[in-house]
């Protein structure tokens, strides 16, 4: 079963800390998402490896969209 990491708010990706293939604890820091000129860091919801990322450096992300994928 896969995990879906959503954006919680309208903001820029401003770092990945992972790449496909990676495995990842619950609680692990997977990205940085910048918004309102703070940082704010996207934790993985479950373990797992990572299947799947959708977003890059500099990318606009909108709320609840899809960042990556945990399975």
């Known amino acids: 079963m896969s995990t879906e990491i959503l954006s919680p708010m309208p ?5 990945v800390n992972v790449k496909e293939g ?6 692990q820091e997977l990205l940085v998402l910048e918004a309102m000129k703070m940082e704010n860091p996207i934790v993985s919801t479950a373990d797992g490896k990572v299947k799947q990322i959708q977003v890059k450096v500099d990318d606009k992300v909108a709320a609840k969209q899809l960042l990556l994928m945990i399975e």
């Open 22 to 27: 990676d495995d990842v604890v619950e609680g």
């Open 11 to 15: 903001g820029t990706i401003f770092q």
